[in-house]
């Protein structure tokens, strides 16, 4: 921290009106970029992981620029999850425009401050992100969970994008064109809070990293191209060196939300040393240990803090899915695994689905090669599981979560559990030398067989 004098050198005391108390800035205004953030009284940064509510009805979305301090939408009841535009001259937001309202995705231009309201379901909408091509990406309830689904600004082509039966929300949209998910793990269970990335056509889902056990949640992707998040004792990242997560030597205490980078390294973050207060905005660079409080205010949290600023667009993603019922799986090698299997004793592979009751039920089983490959088609836009048995029927390892394909994808794996970062081996997998068609696992047949 700095020292009391320099300190109380430059506090700033901001009054904006009956809106709220007023706020505390601990760095001079010329220090601090355009910058949007929500300010409540109540605030529960993971409620959304069982369908609660993150948020108390006072919730309101604020903008701190060269023109000071203000409320973006002023008329709306609650307000909350800003999000910027690629050329930074609008802002997506979850809203309420009244108390009784259902949280909705709204656009805001900058130049005009005229909100029109993006989607028009009877669920909270929450969490939205711009998308290449006019096209947004957020959370919405159903029954009592929240599924990722994307849409046209305008609200046109709602498509879903999780089919689990378990929270997800966005976090970030990468710059590979992929979207940055929170659900838990194990997917499709009501476990702690992890990160994954899938297609923005629901295709090619997979963990970010398979280091699992901790509680992983708002991940956002700096400039570096590392995903920088929060875990329980701090903040955290992936990098592209690395197969599994790296501590960063942050502030002892807690974090909520995206952190916001303002410049390479350096970053502004909802932080409180413990449950006892309120969250606050921090000013931190990474490596060290001191802070500086950016803003501050007493028994109000400060959270979400989105730069306002231009910033690339991601790279669109060309679908190559085909227009089939059902989806094709290929892997090439289920003994790729950090589980270890004695050679020669992964025999047959089974498949389950999960329907909405919760009801687990056998799709059929398939053989699998002696170096570990096999290839079926199974259903599509559904909760599957996968268990590998030897050859007199015994579980040597299934799936504790569930996962999903795409209707008309096709995707080939390492392996079974294999990590992300894993590569192949350059050979041709012998279940596609004895057959290029598919073991049927889609539940209508239930053919069984062994392999070898």
């Not at 929300?169 to 899938?198: C, H, K, N, Q, W």
């Not at 297609?199 to 995903?227: F, K, L, N, P, V």
């Not at 679908?319 to 003994?335: I, M, R, V």
Request: hydrophobic share 35%.
């Amino acid at each position: 921290m700095l020292p009391r004098s320099t300190l109380a050198s430059v506090l700033l005391l901001l009054v904006v009106g009956s809106a709220r108390p007023a706020t505390e800035v601990a760095v001079h205004d010329s220090e601090l970029p355009a910058l949007l953030y929500t300010v409540t009284k109540t605030y529960k940064p993971l409620a959304w992981l069982h369908g609660g509510e993150r948020f108390s009805p006072d919730a309101a979305i604020f903008v701190r620029d060269k023109n000071g301090e203000r409320r973006l939408v002023p008329d709306f009841a609650t307000s909350a999850d800003p999000s910027v535009s690629f050329d930074g001259q609008r802002i997506l937001f979850a809203g309420k425009l009244r108390p009784q309202d259902s949280w909705q995705i709204w656009e805001i231009a900058l130049a005009d401050g005229r909100p029109h309201r993006v989607t028009n379901a009877v669920e909270d909408s929450i969490r939205p992100f711009y998308l290449p091509d006019d096209r947004v990406v957020y959370a919405r309830k159903k029954g009592e969970r929240y599924g990722v689904e994307i849409a046209d600004l305008d609200g046109a082509k709602p498509l879903a994008l999780t089919y689990i039966p378990t929270s997800a929300v966005p976090t970030d949209v990468l710059r590979d064109g992929r979207i940055l998910f929170e659900s838990a793990y194990p997917l499709g269970t009501d476990g702690s809070p992890e990160i994954y990335a899938v297609y923005s056509d629901g295709s090619g889902i997979e963990s970010y990293r398979c280091d699992h056990g901790r509680s992983r949640h708002s991940a956002r992707q700096s400039t570096s191209g590392d995903i920088v998040f929060e875990e329980p004792h701090g903040l955290a990242r992936f990098t592209s060196a690395r197969a599994q997560q790296v501590s960063l030597s942050s502030p002892a205490g807690e974090y909520a939300d995206s952190p916001a980078e303002i410049a390479p390294g350096e970053w502004i973050v909802p932080w409180r040393l413990d449950a006892n207060q309120p969250f606050r905005l921090i000013r931190w660079s990474q490596g060290s240990s001191h802070t500086l409080d950016v803003l501050a205010e007493k028994d109000l949290n400060i959270v979400q803090p989105t730069l306002l600023a231009e910033r690339s667009v991601p790279n669109r993603h060309p679908s190559g899915l085909h227009d089939w019922s059902n989806a094709n799986l290929l892997c090439l090698n289920a003994y790729t695994s950090k589980y270890q299997f004695a050679p020669g004793s992964i025999h047959s592979v089974k498949l389950y689905a999960r329907d909405a009751a919760g009801n687990v039920r056998l799709l059929g089983t398939a053989p699998v090669e002696r170096d570990g490959s096999f290839f079926v088609q199974v259903p599509s836009e559904q909760p599957l599981q996968i268990e590998l048995v030897d050859a007199s029927g015994k579980t040597l390892k299934r799936e504790t979560g569930f996962f999903w394909m795409r209707r008309g994808e096709q995707r080939g794996c390492v392996g079974c559990h294999a990590g992300p970062e894993t590569a192949p081996e350059n050979a041709v997998p012998q279940i596609l030398l004895k057959s290029t068609t598919p073991g049927d696992l889609t539940g209508v047949s239930m053919r069984s067989g062994g392999g070898h």
